[in-house]
């Protein structure tokens, strides 16, 4: 009969050895103090883009940013006007904390799906004309006149974004891909969004 100890004590030892570099690959690894929430900036309304503001002839109407253990949020809201028509933006980006990157990711899946819930109810109940898109990412609610609203997730921020444009006017399809452009912004990294 042969010692198998020997054996048992590689395996382990190798185990041991190996158990840190399969996490770093999954990207998975918890962190002694969990992930913090993303610093948010305190103005959101800064990230929007010089050029937008321009054309819309956007001013700030109100921002703030509150930050607790477990999550950040930032808001915003702009008004102007766009082809002659009044044209409003609110802003939102929400930052989750968790006690792992996974269970920081899985409570932004989470706040994703609510968002993009609430969408699909207040489409169900919509008047014809209005859509609903959804997909992993996020989701899109569209009215006819040109309104838009997307929820869509923020990976660097391990949050949620969303993005409402109200306008009733001309060029709903330029509304719509500046709503979109503003998602881009809002769920890049959020060391970026002040200039």
Known sequence: ???SRPHRAAALLLATLLTPTLGAC???????DGVPAATLPEDLCAAVPADLRTAWQLTDSAHETSVDETVTTATCTLAGSYLGAPVTVDLSLTSLAGTSTRDARDAMATRLAAGCDDLADAASDAPPGVTFDRADSGCTLRRPGGDVVQVARSVPAHGVARVEVTHDGDNASGVAAEAERLVGVLTG???ELTP
């Open 189 to 191: 990294d959020p060391d």
């Open 1 to 3: 009969m042969t010692n």
């Open 26 to 32: 999954t990207g998975e690894t918890d962190r002694p």
